[in-house]
């Protein structure tokens, strides 16, 4: 009986699907994988690879092709709701409005490292894309006359990270016009402090992350972020600068989930444990409890004693990176491998004095683990993170020179 069904029963292919379920199917591609596999499979899947369904969210920042091409099908991003766009140096004015003009519903830009945009561009850009409320320049030759252009949007996210031609023109343009900015990413830009303060004062009620280059900026700047009651993300490159008066301004900040000190040369240890080992509302509740993501890279006075702090204050954080931390040991990793369990990223770059004796206990310890960085740490066997790699398959794990380990 089984085998008269089966000899009846015929063969269902993917053609038999309804069209429903092969879009389902299909949003697991990528847009150049649509084009130049799905779309030439047959003319059914053809017409459902141009499904506008599947063109809501684009990355081309992987597509290599040529401006050509992404000329050609950018017709297709007329129901987009975010747009990645490829690294391209020769990417010019001309070509990114002929694509920006058919995504009249944006809400997200990524155009980071498109070097040939000018201020012409992102004129454009605010005029064919009003909705925009996410915009990425990273890296780019923009001017203060596209921060002022922008200002006509109401944005709530703008990373200007490494836009290195702005003015402290910028900040008064972005202090004065960007009411609903809750994101700015100012880093790799040496702002005076007095353009600082100024923006940081004037949007300190809406602003949620910041992130900053302290090469020109002291304790007094942080006085003023100190305030900011809304700030969940706090990112400083370059805290030479900066003194202890900082860290205490830091406790102030009780939403913090997100902290980046970098180069904090200054910092003390007993400053740094006392930082995290301070005490608001309850005896049980410690300023740093909310902290998922930690990053002291060259914060070199830290010792055990305030990484110990560190682990029994957070034991929610899901990454942490104390690279070139030098007086760190194999005591102070012990701590954070027993007291922070949910940890999925390690960064312990440059750290000489850890032998790697207590990793063994990482598989039992740090379940969670995804990335794991040793680079430069000359006091680690291989056998070690040989034998480490080979319990934990999908864990990757960078060694002394920098290169990934082979499972």
Sequence with gaps: MSRSLTENTSTVTLQDLPDDVLLSIFAYFSCRQLCQVIGCVCRRWYTLSRNPTLWKDIDLSNYNCSLTYLEMICHYFQTAHSLKLPYYDSFKDESFTSIIRFCPRLYKIDCSFCAGITCQAIVNLVEYCPNLVDINVEGS?????????????????????????????????????????????????????????????????????????????????????????????????????????????????????????????????????????????????????????????????????GLHSIATSCPHMSEINLSWCWNVSDTGIDYILRMCRLLTSVILTGLHQITGQNLTNVPSLWKYIKFLNLTSCNSIEDSIIIELAKNMTNLLIIDYYGEKVDH
């Design 141 to 305: 030759n923009i001017q203060d006359r596209a921060v002022q252009a922008m200002s006509k949007l109401n944005l709530k996210s703008l990373n200007l990270s490494h836009c290195t031609k702005l003015t402290d023109e910028s900040l008064y343009q972005m202090a004065n016009g960007y009411n609903y900015l809750e994101i700015a990413n100012l880093d790799g830009i040496e702002f005076n402090q007095s353009a600082v303060i100024y923006f940081i004062s004037l949007s300190k009620d809406r602003l949620k992350s910041i992130y900053l280059d302290g090469a020109n900026l002291s304790d007094f700047t942080l006085e003023f972020v100190s305030r900011c009651n809304t700030l969940n993300k706090l990112h400083i490159s370059f805290c030479n600068h900066m003194t202890n008066d900082t860290l205490y301004h830091i406790r102030a900040l009780q939403e913090l989930q997100s902290l980046r000190l970098k180069k904090g040369h200054n910092f003390t240890n007993d400053a740094l444990s006392n930082l995290f080992s301070f005490v608001i509302c309850t005896p049980n509740t410690y300023w740093s409890h909310q902290i998922k993501i930690l990053d002291l890279t060259e914060c070199n006075q830290l010792d055990n004693d």
